[in-house]
């Protein structure tokens, strides 16, 4: 019956769609690697992708030098715009402020509150932690668009510091997409206003990452678009409604487990670059596409083997999703790397870009429901 509804539903609001393009930019490890500067880079500020997924009273995030997708949004009236990181990994709104003299607002747009007459604040202080330094601020409330739904009242972040490693990234700040449970002081996120101000007809986003070029990638908000994905989504229940949190069953490769043997949990998320596991099982699954692990964690292979190198098959709820070498391997100038990051002691898993590039996910908040289904 589940999926009969939604299926129902898909159809009849198919016309109320907002969607939001995304941008594939250029990584701050691709710029980083034209200056030259990539090795002191990382040095300086290690990869810890589960930094944001520990909850200690502050708003967590990580250190991605490898996110490419940026979408716009306005915020304030008249709008003043700005690039954001969709995060499904994360809960609040944030951009630099005017107020923010870091280098890494001096390299972005700034909100400037005296510029918008719809503009409120009491000036309740603002942290989030990442895996090296932070962002601190204050929190506001404006108008924000998004993809064309004006939302009233918005709480949002401002930043007056950031942490030094921001001033490479080319998104301005973060729009958080995940449950309010994890919002830093309890703020309503933005797609929650969406649907309690009756701005989307379903309470249910879709994200499409495209992996040819820059053009095609989007967030559509109310909804699925039906384009962006061939055969029948697939329904997975969240484990959790904090982040969209799934059971994952195994990886497994040419039929051998390989990894997350007995059971584990995966987290969908737009806002992590890679696929990202406890280091054991990244090590196992990197060894077994044969490729070489550097003293960073990163793993390269040989260019000229990918179309030889085996798939890999992520058993989710009882249902196979295959991402083939052409999609977990990266080729740049600089050789190529695996899509498979190690994410420490924890147990935890996140299912980044590399499996959404692979399998359109949608969101849907009200049945506590991920659904993915192959990209088109």
């Given at each position: 019956m589940k999926w009969l509804i939604v299926l129902t539903a898909l159809v009849a609001f198919s016309e109320c769609l907002h969607k939001i393009p995304l941008i594939k930019g250029k990584t701050a490890r691709q710029a980083l690697q034209e200056k030259g500067l990539w090795d002191e880079y990382r040095k300086k500020h290690p990869y810890n992708p589960m930094a944001k997924f520990i909850q200690n009273g502050v708003e967590p995030m990580t250190n991605d030098a490898d996110l490419s997708y940026y979408g716009v949004v306005s915020i304030g009236t008249p709008p003043q715009s700005f690039t954001v990181i969709f995060d499904t990994g994360s809960s609040n709104l944030?951009?630099?402020?005017?107020?923010?003299?870091?280098?890494?607002?001096?390299?972005?747009?700034?909100?400037?509150?005296?510029?918008?007459?719809?503009?409120?604040?009491?000036?309740?202080?603002?942290?989030?932690?990442?895996?090296?330094?932070?962002?601190?601020?204050?929190?506001?409330?404006?108008?924000?668009?998004?993809?064309?739904?004006?939302?009233?009242?918005?709480?949002?972040?401002?930043?007056?510091?950031?942490?030094?490693?921001?001033?490479?990234?080319?998104?301005?700040?973060?729009?958080?997409?995940?449950?309010?449970?994890?919002?830093?002081?309890?703020?309503?996120?933005v797609f929650y206003n969406m649907v309690n101000q009756g701005l989307v007809s379903q309470a249910m986003f879709s994200v499409y990452l495209s992996d040819d070029g820059q053009q095609g990638s989007e967030v559509v908000f109310g909804g699925v678009d039906s384009s962006h994905y061939t055969g029948q989504i697939t329904w997975i229940p969240l484990t959790s409604a904090s982040y969209w949190q799934i059971k994952m069953d195994s990886v497994t490769i040419n039929g051998e487990i390989v990894a997350c043997s007995?059971?584990?949990?995966?987290?969908?998320?737009?806002?992590?670059?890679?696929?990202?596991?406890?280091?054991?099982?990244?090590?196992?699954?990197?060894?077994?596409?044969?490729?070489?692990?550097?003293?960073?964690?990163?793993?390269?292979?040989?260019?000229?083997?990918?179309?030889?190198?085996?798939?890999?098959?992520?058993?989710?709820?009882?249902?196979?999703?295959?991402?083939?070498?052409?999609?977990?391997?990266?080729?740049?100038?600089?050789?190529?790397?695996?899509?498979?990051?190690?994410?420490?002691?924890?147990?935890?898993?996140?299912?980044?870009?590399?499996?959404?590039?692979?399998?359109?996910?949608?969101?849907?908040?009200?049945?506590?429901?991920?659904g993915l289904a192959k990209s088109a």
């Open positions: 944030w951009v630099p402020s005017v107020y923010c003299s870091s280098q890494a607002c001096e390299n972005h747009r700034r909100f400037n509150p005296q510029q918008s007459s719809t503009f409120s604040s009491n000036n309740q202080a603002l942290s989030i932690q990442y895996g090296t330094g932070s962002m601190t601020g204050f929190l506001a409330s404006d108008v924000v668009e998004v993809g064309g739904i004006s939302v009233s009242n918005q709480v949002f972040g401002l930043s007056q510091s950031e942490a030094p490693f921001m001033a490479q990234m080319q998104a301005d700040g973060i729009l958080g997409l995940a449950f309010q449970s994890i919002a830093s002081d309890d703020v309503v996120p007995g059971g584990c949990q995966a987290i969908i998320d737009t806002g992590t670059s890679l696929i990202v596991g406890p280091n054991s099982d990244i090590s196992n699954i990197n060894a077994w596409v044969g490729a070489s692990t550097n003293q960073y964690g990163e793993a390269t292979v040989n260019c000229q083997n990918i179309q030889s190198m085996p798939d890999v098959t992520f058993t989710l709820n009882g249902n196979a999703f295959t991402v083939p070498a052409s999609a977990y391997v990266s080729e740049t100038n600089y050789g190529c790397n695996t899509g498979f990051g190690q994410g420490g002691s924890s147990q935890l898993w996140i299912l980044g870009d590399v499996f959404i590039r692979e399998y359109y996910a949608v969101f849907d908040a009200h049945a506590l429901y991920v």
